[in-house]
């Protein structure tokens, strides 16, 4: 195959910059896809920036892709060229662990193998994501996108839209829930999203106090602006759940005061370590859990209920040259309310 255009770092001090990567032919169960649309989670910035540690570079990021199946393996049986499908965190697993078996490959015991920033099974062929025109996948690890929903905004339910629905149903967020989301970003306006299609109640925390016509135009039915420290006096114990998606160090246990008795806090966001106390957990029988985006099985019916319910994500389509200021209007979270790169913009070039 001809080398394939994409945009890489070199390294987690330099920007974004033209690169080529090798894709190899579909093996037998394998589809190639012809990407059409990646989003920019802020779990690219974090990587790039390798503040998680063990950063593979050149590192080529994206896990929120969209496209056409382009070319099949000679056995691939769910798919025909020509379909719309989906890639989010992860490419492959061990597929026989116990988290494998019930769907849960992202908690693969073995280690899945994420889309980018990891090795294939063979412990050792780098992955490249989705700032790329193609990508070769094998075909159980591919999701359909419904018709129905815009291609771009189809892109970011990859990740966002899993990492926020796996949570909201695990702790069984059901009509007239009093639920919180905590950070309107990517992650944050659509866990407002699912959980009003849901019939949840649910209140926006922000930190930008401009977000709240936003946050109520989404589908939230109120929001707090949590600058004033005040608002923790105020609303103490309003929720039955939470869902912090912040990317910034911030007190969790300010979060855990708002929850009623028995209520849960679950963190999704992966900023630095912050303190965490006992007492506001202990008063209240409180829970704090944490979540990482979802299963192969779950990102369908993830897919099919946007789909039932006219959810999608709200984007910012941007050229693939424009990789490097969208990064820094990221880090202000000035995004309303997901970057998704036309990867179109990189075909051309
Ligand atoms: P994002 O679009 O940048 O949104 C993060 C939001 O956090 C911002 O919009 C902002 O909301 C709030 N925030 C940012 N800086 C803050 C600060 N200094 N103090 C308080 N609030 C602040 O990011 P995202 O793509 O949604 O990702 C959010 C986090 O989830 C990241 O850490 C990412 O790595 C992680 N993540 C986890 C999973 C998982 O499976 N667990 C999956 C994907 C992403 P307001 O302006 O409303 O305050
Ligand atoms: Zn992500
Ligand atoms: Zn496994």
């Not at 697993?93 to 990891?118: L, V």
């Not at 911030?250 to 855990?256: E, S, T």
Request: glycine share 10%; charged share 20%.
């Amino acid at each position: 195959m001809p080398k394939t255009p994409a945009y890489a770092v070199k390294n987690a001090k330099t920007p974004f910059e033209p690169f080529s990567i090798e894709r190899r032919e579909p093996r037998a169960h394998e589809v190639l896809i012809d990407i059409k649309y990646c989003g920019i989670c802020h779990s690219d910035v974090h990587q790039v920036r390798d503040e998680w540690g063990r950063g593979i570079f050149p590192m080529v990021p994206g896990h929120e892709i969209v496209g056409i199946v382009a070319k099949l393996g000679d056995k691939v049986s769910k798919w025909k060229a020509g379909d719309t499908v989906g890639v989010g965190c992860f490419v492959d697993s061990c597929r026989e662990c116990a988290a494998c078996k019930d769907g849960e490959e992202q908690f693969c015991e073995q280690g899945a193998t994420f889309t980018y920033n990891s090795y294939e099974r063979d412990g050792k062929t780098p992955t490249y994501g989705g700032y790329s025109t193609r990508m070769v996948v094998d075909e159980n690890y591919v999701v359909r996108i419904p018709d129905g929903i815009p291609l771009e905004r189809a892109a970011p339910l990859l990740c966002a839209g899993i990492t926020s629905y796996s949570p909201l149903k695990h702790y069984g967020v059901h009509a007239g829930s009093r639920v919180g989301v905590v950070g309107l970003g990517g992650l944050g306006h659509m866990a407002v999203k699912l959980a009003h299609a849901m019939n949840a109640n649910v209140t926006v925390l922000s930190h930008s106090p401009d977000k709240r016509q936003d946050a109520l135009r989404l589908g939230a039915d109120d929001f707090i602006a949590t600058r004033d420290a005040q608002v923790f006096t105020q609303h103490a114990k309003r929720f039955d759940f939470i869902l912090d998606t912040v990317s910034a160090q911030h007190d969790y246990n300010a979060y855990l005061g708002l929850l009623q008795r028995g209520g849960t806090l679950v963190l999704v966001g992966l900023p630095e370590p912050s303190p965490l106390s006992a007492g506001p957990l202990i008063m209240g029988r409180r829970q704090l859990a944490g979540s990482l985006i979802g299963g192969i099985r779950e990102t369908q019916e993830m897919l099919d209920f946007c789909a039932a319910h006219g959810v999608a994500s709200d984007v910012e389509v941007i050229p693939i040259q424009q990789l490097n200021q969208a990064y820094e209007r990221l880090l202000k979270s000035d995004v309303r309310y997901r970057f998704v790169i036309d990867i179109a913009t990189l075909q051309n070039e």
